[in-house]
């Protein structure tokens, strides 16, 4: 089995930035790709982006330029910065990983809260 938890969500202003962290533990070596998803209040939720074990990153249009995805894989953690934030992007940031075997991910984070305001 694989616990991820999230850090690093808080408030912050329009263009403002957070780097948000999904530490890994227990069977980690088992871990393929990871998904940063996002899902605000009354709208479905939606992937930001994802990483692959060898380091290859997709984004979705609305962030790219944005925001970047990475990983340490000798530290367990996997990274979503976020800059130049928007309202928009106001929502609960999850982190998904899949195991090495499937490109179905199984494992999920609690989330963490992004508000972006003035």
């Known amino acids: 089995q694989v616990q991820l938890v999230e850090s690093g969500g808080g408030w912050v202003q329009p263009g403002g930035s957070l780097r948000l962290t999904c530490a890994a533990s227990?069977?980690?070596?088992?871990?393929?790709?990871v998904g940063w998803y996002r899902q605000a209040p009354g709208k479905e939720r939606e992937l930001v982006g994802s990483?692959?074990?060898?380091?290859?990153?997709n984004y979705v249009d609305s962030v790219k330029g944005r925001f970047t995805i990475s990983r340490d894989n000798a530290k367990r953690t996997i990274y979503l910065q976020l800059d130049s934030l928007k309202p928009e992007d106001t929502a609960v940031y999850s982190c998904?990983?899949?195991?090495?075997?499937?490109?179905?991910?199984?494992?999920w984070g609690q989330g963490t809260q992004v508000t972006v305001s003035s």
């Open positions: 990483v692959t074990r060898g380091g290859s990153t």
């Open positions: 998904a990983a899949a195991p090495v075997t499937s490109r179905t991910y199984q494992y």
């Open positions: 227990g069977s980690i070596f088992s871990i393929g790709a």
